[in-house]
């Protein structure tokens, strides 16, 4: 065995999928990766995954990115031209999380959409687009975010997603997914992923995330656009050489760690659930529709991060996203048992606090 097994942990780690450590056969397939220079288009093993992943996503082409922010940064990049305004709802990650990218990098304005638990209604979105006037910037992109993180992971299901890129579309903006985690939108939402991205123009997904590779993002769009993206993502740094070792992973992910995205969501469910009878906890079971449990913490009780503190001790990590509200992500290395284990010792800390 070169790796250890997703039971060997001494503790339970909800902080994020994020944290999911390579199987053993992704381990091996890296170790006997076929590599190259990928600057040079030249390493075998990035390019199956390239084409793998167009395939699955339905798109022409595709591009192995160090990050989802990466990806996201330069598909913006891509996109925009400077002085650009680009629509995105108010949670998002590109604009909550990726360090000013947009106005950094693109020289865009951004311009946010409130939406309803992280989803937008396409006539805010109809709304927001602006009309051809000297003094007004160009819209120019409408980026939407499926699942979404901040509201929870919630689901955009596709006709939605289809309506709201058509309102994009016939005012001449083009459309990016952020689908860091879309392979958990469209099996929560039971149908192929590339069903959930055919109306966007591109896509970004993790590969690190539920999916479980160490490493890597994928974008994906037409073969006009990823030949567009070559170039934002050398300037961005993001030109690998020998990649296709974390390539290697990202076959596997794609290959074997999609199908079981189910049972992360079922331990969601049961956790939400058993949270919802908890005094001290408001959930709204409506919003638990993939693998995040995102839930309110009672101030009259304890703050999130004391009531985590006890939870640290008895063996479960978990994170506060504000200080009365805490998130839990389920992933592969969290099991059904284990969820049973941090029920116990939130009932724990909750009867002797
Ligand atoms: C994690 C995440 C990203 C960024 O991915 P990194 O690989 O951490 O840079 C982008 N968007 C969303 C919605 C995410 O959850």
């Not at 680009?86 to 998002?92: G, P, T």
């Not at 123009?201 to 993206?229: E, M, N, T, Y």
């Not at 908890?278 to 919003?287: G, K």
């Not at 063996?315 to 389920?330: F, H, K, W």
Request: charge should be negative; glycine fraction near 8%.
């Amino acid at each position: 065995m070169i790796c250890k097994e997703a039971t060997d942990l001494d503790y339970i780690d909800l902080r994020s999928d994020t944290v999911t450590r390579p199987t053993e056969k992704m381990r091996r397939a890296m170790a006997a990766a076929e590599v190259g220079d990928d600057v040079y288009g030249e390493d075998p093993t990035i390019n199956r995954l390239q084409e793998l992943a167009a395939e699955i996503l339905g798109k022409e082409a595709a591009l192995f990115v160090p990050s989802g922010t990466m990806g996201n940064q330069a598909c913006l990049m891509a996109h925009t031209q400077r002085g650009d305004e680009v629509l995105l709802e108010e949670q998002a990650h590109i604009f909550l999380y990726e360090a000013g990218g947009a106005a950094l990098l693109s020289q865009c304005q951004t311009r946010t959409i409130p939406g309803e638990n992280g989803i937008l209604d396409p006539d805010q979105v109809r709304d927001a687009i602006r009309g051809e006037n000297i003094h007004f910037p160009r819209s120019s992109l409408l980026c939407l975010e499926n699942t979404h993180n901040r509201a929870g992971g919630t689901v955009t299901p596709p006709e939605l997603m289809r309506e709201l890129a058509g309102v994009a579309h016939s005012a001449g903006l083009k459309v990016h997914l952020d689908g860091a985690r879309v392979f958990n939108a469209a099996c929560a939402a039971g149908v192929p992923v590339s069903e959930m991205v055919d109306p966007v123009d591109s896509v970004q997904f993790c590969l690190s995330k539920g999916l479980a590779a160490p490493v890597g993002s994928i974008v994906a769009g037409s073969r006009a656009f990823i030949d567009r993206c070559l170039g934002t993502r050398k300037i961005l740094g993001g030109g690998m050489r020998q990649a296709g070792i974390l390539a290697a992973a990202g076959i596997i992910a794609l290959e074997e760690m999609v199908e079981r995205l189910a049972e992360d969501h079922e331990n969601a469910r049961q956790l939400a659930e058993a949270i919802a009878e908890m005094d001290p906890f408001i959930v709204d079971l409506d919003t638990v529709q993939t693998n995040i449990v995102a839930f309110d913490v009672d101030p009259e009780w304890f703050t999130a991060a004391d009531f985590l503190a006890e939870m640290g001790k008895r063996g479960v990590r978990a994170n506060p996203v504000s200080p009365q509200r805490i998130r839990l992500v389920t992933h592969y290395e969290v099991s059904r048992a284990n969820i049973e284990t941090t029920l116990e010792a939130m009932n724990e800390v909750i009867s002797s606090w």
